[in-house]
């Protein structure tokens, strides 16, 4: 189907039609939608653990943020924002996340990240897990630090 629409677009207005017509918007809205989901697992204040200190409740909440987004952005990505709540119990549906957070104490102090420039940036420069801090870090911190002797 995708392919007969672009098949048929091509064909109607040739290839910078297409251009403007399918594959700008379908690789502004895949990007998109990559950093939404992106953006929910790496940030600032991510806190990951594991083996006897990972704990299912505890990593829904720490290791995942609420995306703090208006009343428009919410209802086009389904509430994408709250999931912390939906790591908590994936079969809550998208429309009953925000009311589900409202209900759920442990759920109403997320680690919170917004679509600010600002925001955006940090949590695309953090690349590595460091265990020692016990934090996300760019690149150029893990190249900083020196390796643990064998």
Same mark, same amino acid.
């Given at each position: 189907?995708?392919? =007969?629409v672009?098949?048929?677009?091509?064909?109607?207005?040739?290839p910078?039609g297409w251009?403007?017509a399918?594959?700008l918007?379908?690789?502004i809205?895949?990007?998109?939608?990559?950093?939404l989901?992106?953006?929910? *697992?790496?940030?600032? #204040?991510?806190?990951?653990?594991?083996?006897?200190d990972?704990?299912f409740d !505890?990593a =829904?909440?720490?290791a995942?943020?609420?995306?703090?987004?208006?009343?428009?952005?919410?209802?086009?990505?389904?509430?994408?924002?709250?999931?912390h709540v939906? *790591?908590?119990?994936?079969?809550?549906p998208?429309y +009953?996340?925000?009311? $589900?957070? $409202?209900?759920i104490?442990?759920a109403?102090?997320? !680690?919170?990240t917004?679509?600010?420039? +600002? #925001?955006?940036?940090?949590c695309? +420069?953090?690349?590595?897990? #460091?265990?020692?801090?016990?934090?996300l870090?760019?690149?150029?911190?893990?190249a900083? =630090?020196?390796?643990? $002797?064998?």
């Amino acid at each position: 189907m995708h392919l =007969a629409v672009n098949v048929l677009v091509w064909a109607a207005v040739g290839p910078k039609g297409w251009f403007f017509a399918c594959l700008l918007p379908f690789t502004i809205a895949s990007a998109a939608g990559a950093y939404l989901f992106f953006v929910q *697992h790496n940030f600032p #204040d991510v806190h990951l653990r594991r083996g006897e200190d990972w704990a299912f409740d !505890r990593a =829904a909440l720490e290791a995942s943020s609420f995306l703090k987004l208006g009343p428009v952005l919410n209802w086009f990505t389904a509430n994408i924002g709250y999931h912390h709540v939906h *790591h908590l119990n994936a079969r809550i549906p998208f429309y +009953r996340l925000p009311e $589900a957070m $409202a209900a759920i104490p442990e759920a109403q102090a997320p !680690r919170v990240t917004t679509l600010r420039l +600002r #925001d955006m940036v940090g949590c695309l +420069r953090l690349h590595l897990w #460091d265990p020692e801090r016990q934090r996300l870090v760019p690149y150029r911190e893990a190249a900083g =630090a020196k390796a643990p $002797a064998a």
